[in-house]
């Protein structure tokens, strides 16, 4: 039965201050768009006193809500209601929407201060960093002891992220890196040949790529392709509660899954670094032969002449504590993830973008401390 009101006169009345407002039927959200939105008694500017009486079928939360906004009009119109006729479960409901219904919703008004902002970020950005230090110390509590005792650690699970971070890498790394040299050879070598020094593209494709553009480059590709999936295999883990499955069987997560993720990373990045610096070279002596007259006799009998293995080990060096900080901030990202799917896609946007960040703060770390001990 659709909802009704029927207004009366309290019985003995003999003016009509006292009116009764009786509702029927089946008062819930399928039968409510009909109700108007306020009812007012006849003669309101007579009434003072209103009483609600039942002969409900149904009775749901979302007609507690409008009989609650009913009530703050009459309130406001000054009227007396009386509910005390209705059932319990009515006048609770009723009662319990009443104290919490909001009329309207503050406005939000925030005016913009440049200030204010630069210091949510850096608070946001102190947060980030204490979160990593906290990581990075628990990698160190909880990682000495499995140095100490390696047959503990799960050399298989080792050896699939290589697999996945490395072998799986070559691929991309490689092609980037040899274009890279390419486009480095010919943008330096169009200037070296205006002075007659095209033999000098070999010292210019040397130096940066082994010291600079190898490691740099490999840390990229692998901070967005493997720190990306540690995220995201670790966010989803933690969002279907396997994490939890796994304390709850007294394994240690950072022992199962974290730890062979950075070893793997420290023993791979390197051998990308390596495999990125040789392609670099091969790229680069395809342009100086056939676009300078560099031939690859000369190119490659000249490179040991102008860069050493100390080059070489300048630029390798980087590359283990890039794996570190890459691996790191993809499984805490990960490991961070709360609530629903949209959390894991918004977590691995920002494992990447700080990896990458961090990769080049640390590489220009790198370059001032080269450059303070004389390299």
């Known amino acids: 039965m659709a909802p009704e009101i029927r207004w009366e006169q309290e019985a003995g009345a003999d003016n009509p201050a006292g009116q009764i407002l009786v509702l029927i039927g089946a008062w819930t959200v399928h039968n409510l768009p009909h109700v108007p939105t306020v009812t007012f008694p006849p003669n309101i500017s007579k009434t003072k006193q209103l009483t609600l009486n039942s002969e409900m079928t149904a009775f749901d939360s979302a007609a507690a809500l409008v009989l609650a906004r009913w009530l703050r009009h009459w309130r406001a119109a000054g009227l007396t209601?009386?509910?005390?006729?209705?059932?319990?479960?009515?006048?609770?409901?009723?009662?319990?929407?009443?104290?919490?219904?909001?009329?309207?919703?503050?406005?939000?008004?925030?005016?913009?201060?440049?200030?204010?902002?630069?210091?949510?970020?850096?608070?946001?950005?102190?947060?980030?960093?204490?979160?990593?230090?906290?990581?990075?110390?628990?990698?160190?509590?909880?990682?000495?002891?499995?140095?100490?005792?390696?047959?503990?650690?799960?050399?298989?699970?080792?050896?699939?992220?290589?697999?996945?971070?490395?072998?799986?890498?070559?691929?991309?790394?490689?092609?980037?890196?040899?274009?890279?040299?390419?486009?480095?050879?010919?943008?330096?070598?169009?200037?070296?040949?205006?002075?007659?020094?095209?033999?000098?593209?070999?010292?210019?494709?040397?130096?940066?790529?082994?010291?600079?553009?190898?490691?740099?480059?490999?840390?990229?590709?692998?901070?967005?392709?493997?720190?990306?999936?540690?995220?995201?295999?670790?966010?989803?883990?933690?969002?279907?509660?396997?994490?939890?499955?796994?304390r709850a069987l007294g394994l240690p997560p950072f022992e199962l899954l974290v730890f062979p993720k950075v070893i793997a990373l420290v023993i791979a990045l390197p051998l990308l670094s390596l495999f990125a610096d040789l392609m670099g070279l091969l790229g680069g002596s395809v342009v100086a032969n056939y676009g300078f007259g560099v031939s690859f006799a000369v190119y490659f009998d000249r490179m040991p002449q102008v860069v050493d293995l100390t080059t070489l080990w300048l630029g390798l060096i980087k590359a283990p504590v890039f794996a570190v900080v890459i691996a790191l901030i993809g499984c805490m990202q990960g490991l961070r993830v709360r609530g629903s799917a949209a959390e894991v896609g918004h977590a691995t946007t920002v494992s990447v973008v700080q990896a990458i960040f961090m990769v080049i703060v640390i590489d220009a770390v790198f370059s001032v401390l080269y450059n303070l001990m004389g390299y």
């Open 81 to 246: 209601v009386d509910v005390s006729s209705l059932p319990e479960r009515e006048r609770n409901l009723l009662a319990l929407l009443d104290a919490r219904l909001v009329d309207e919703l503050p406005a939000k008004t925030r005016a913009f201060s440049p200030v204010a902002r630069l210091g949510e970020a850096a608070v946001s950005q102190w947060t980030e960093a204490r979160h990593f230090l906290a990581f990075l110390g628990e990698l160190v509590w909880r990682g000495a002891p499995l140095l100490l005792f390696f047959w503990r650690i799960r050399w298989r699970a080792v050896l699939a992220e290589i697999e996945a971070a490395g072998v799986r890498a070559l691929g991309i790394v490689g092609l980037l890196s040899f274009m890279i040299g390419m486009v480095m050879a010919y943008q330096g070598g169009a200037t070296l040949a205006s002075y007659g020094a095209n033999v000098l593209i070999v010292n210019l494709v040397g130096i940066i790529t082994l010291r600079e553009l190898g490691p740099l480059l490999a840390a990229i590709i692998v901070a967005g392709r493997t720190g990306s999936s540690y995220t995201a295999q670790l966010g989803t883990m933690r969002i279907t509660e396997e994490i939890d499955a796994l």
